[in-house]
């Protein structure tokens, strides 16, 4: 007996066809008007940069909570230093046992300028604190939405309104050090240099509150200390920081701005930048052409500098931000040189 055929098994929903291929050319459309609307602003590169960061800090910030510290701390949270709500607000933490003012670290976030909280790192600055130091989490505008020098001025804000409760907060004020990851490390020293090249300071128009007498050290984790390389730098990488660059300087062509090259340093250091911890992870592209040129020009001024870098082999593959990973032994081991460090400038 023959069997009927179903004349659907014959053409199977054809309409599926026609959605597949709907749904592939507006897929390709989106990613045309994506390419087109960036070539004209940064915005749409920098938020999808941004959310990509934010995943990523996510997971850190995970990491750094399984090595929380239980040493009791006194937080003073949300402190208001500027007129730009939450992104001129800042965290203080200090031993709940402390009496009197501590060396006192001002971390400042990464992110690519672009991306990035105090809450980032604020695990970061409570297992610091725990070890006896009077730590400072602090946020600023970042770009697109605010363009250079927004966020140095901001920051420098935040440093004056820190000295002006230095009492209240357990600060030293004549022990101060500026610390960052990735950007923060880049704004740091920046505002370092600033503070201890008056010459730079006129350059940037920047009126430093801190002096340099008040500025013990600097730490530096996987930053950037010279931009004029970065036009050329190749991949999705080197096309990521153009994007972030293009969006924190606000124009295009950032390399011709006076904002790219006041952000390059290495040659705008002094002999009298404070002393230095600075590193880098041997699997960080940064580390070879930022991290280690930049410990070396330190060095050559006859600047204090603890480097803290890995040989290419080094068995642990170290990336960018290395040092928040703390379920690495060496990011352990980086916290301890840290530490030790800042004890050193107290004495």
């Given amino acids: 007996m023959s069997r009927a055929r179903n004349p659907r098994a014959r053409n199977p929903k054809p309409w599926i066809k026609r959605r597949s291929s709907i749904i592939g050319l507006s897929i390709v459309a ?20 941004r959310s990509l960061f934010e995943i990523e800090a996510a997971n850190t910030v995970e990491e750094m909570e399984r090595h929380a510290t239980d040493v009791p701390l006194t937080e003073t949270l949300d402190q208001s230093f500027g007129d730009a709500g939450t992104n001129t607000t800042l965290d203080v933490f200090s031993p709940a046992d402390a009496s009197g003012p501590l060396t006192t670290v001002v971390w400042i976030h990464g992110g690519a300028w672009i991306s990035g909280d105090k809450q980032n790192v604020t695990q970061y600055a409570r297992n610091l604190a725990a070890e006896g130091f009077t730590v400072v989490a602090v946020n600023y505008t970042v770009a697109p939405e605010a363009v250079y020098p927004t966020a140095l001025n901001q920051l420098n804000s935040a440093l004056g309104y820190l000295l002006d409760n230095a009492d209240r907060l357990l600060i030293d004020p004549n022990r101060m050090v500026l610390a960052g ?38 730490i530096l984790n996987c930053g950037i200390y010279d931009v ?43 002999a009298d930048f404070p002393r230095t911890w600075i590193s880098g992870g041997n699997a960080d592209p940064l580390t070879k052409s930022q991290s280690r040129v930049f410990a070396t ?31 690495l032994e060496d990011a352990r081991a980086a916290f301890g040189s840290t530490v030790e460090f800042l004890h050193a400038l107290g004495e």
């Fill in 30 to 49: 989106f990613g045309l008007v994506l390419t087109l609307v960036s070539t004209l602003s940064p915005w749409p590169a920098s938020l999808l940069i």
């Fill in 228 to 270: 004029s390389e970065i036009p050329n730098a190749p991949g999705i990488g080197g096309w990521g920081f153009r994007v972030a660059l293009w969006a924190y300087i606000g124009e295009k062509d950032w390399s011709e701005h006076p904002g790219g090259e006041q952000m390059s340093l290495i040659d705008d250091v002094t």
């Fill in 181 to 218: 990851d990735s950007a923060g490390a880049q704004l740091s020293a920046q505002l370092a240099t600033a503070v201890t090249s008056p010459d730079y300071a006129r350059t940037i128009g920047l009126t430093p509150n801190l002096s340099s007498e008040q500025l013990a050290g600097v």
């Fill in 297 to 327: 020009t330190l060095d050559g001024l006859g600047v204090d500098t603890t480097a803290v870098f890995y040989p290419d082999d080094h068995v642990e593959q170290l990336p960018h931000e290395y040092q928040f990973h703390l379920d």
